[in-house]
């Protein structure tokens, strides 16, 4: 198992579940939140039952983000600059390959099709 904490935002339920499962098979720990929005104190996330935590990247090691996320505030691209300010690697990970590129101009290391992180996982070549 590596020793990699990964901060994983993804809006649907169905696939966050399976990604989540396939991830902690390959790393020390996943924190999968499916919302984001900004407040006063920063960005805060939320998770599937809809617990919200303040963001703190000191916590992660690599963030997987969603390009979009329906029925958040914030999209993955408004997330990006948060993320990289934190000094956060971060993946895109959005199905469409324009929201990939627009997270990646905004600071992503790089971008992957969210279907592809099960085989990366399992090959343990998730950090950028």
């Given at each position: 198992?590596?020793?990699?904490?990964?901060?994983?935002?993804?809006?649907?339920?169905?696939?966050?579940?399976?990604?989540?499962?396939?991830?902690?098979?390959?790393?020390k720990s996943v924190s999968w939140f499916v919302r984001a929005?900004?407040?006063?104190?920063?960005?805060?996330?939320?998770?599937?039952?809809?617990?919200?935590?303040?963001?703190?990247?000191?916590?992660?090691?690599?963030?997987?983000?969603?390009?979009?996320?329906?029925?958040?505030?914030?999209?993955?691209?408004?997330?990006?600059?948060?993320?990289?300010?934190?000094?956060?690697?971060?993946?895109?990970?959005?199905?469409?390959?324009?929201?990939?590129?627009?997270?990646?101009?905004?600071?992503?290391?790089?971008?992957?099709?969210?279907?592809?992180?099960?085989?990366?996982?399992?090959?343990?070549a998730l950090m950028p």
């Amino acid at each position: 198992m590596q020793a990699i904490r990964v901060l994983l935002i993804e809006d649907c339920l169905e696939l966050g579940d399976l990604l989540q499962e396939a991830l902690q098979a390959e790393v020390k720990s996943v924190s999968w939140f499916v919302r984001a929005r900004t407040t006063e104190e920063g960005v805060l996330l939320m998770n599937a039952d809809g617990k919200e935590s303040l963001l703190d990247c000191t916590l992660y090691d690599l963030a997987l983000v969603d390009g979009r996320l329906k029925g958040s505030s914030m999209d993955g691209w408004d997330l990006i600059p948060h993320l990289v300010a934190g000094k956060l690697p971060v993946v895109a990970i959005s199905g469409d390959a324009w929201f990939n590129k627009r997270m990646v101009e905004l600071g992503a290391a790089k971008s992957l099709e969210k279907f592809d992180i099960w085989t990366l996982a399992r090959k343990g070549a998730l950090m950028p």
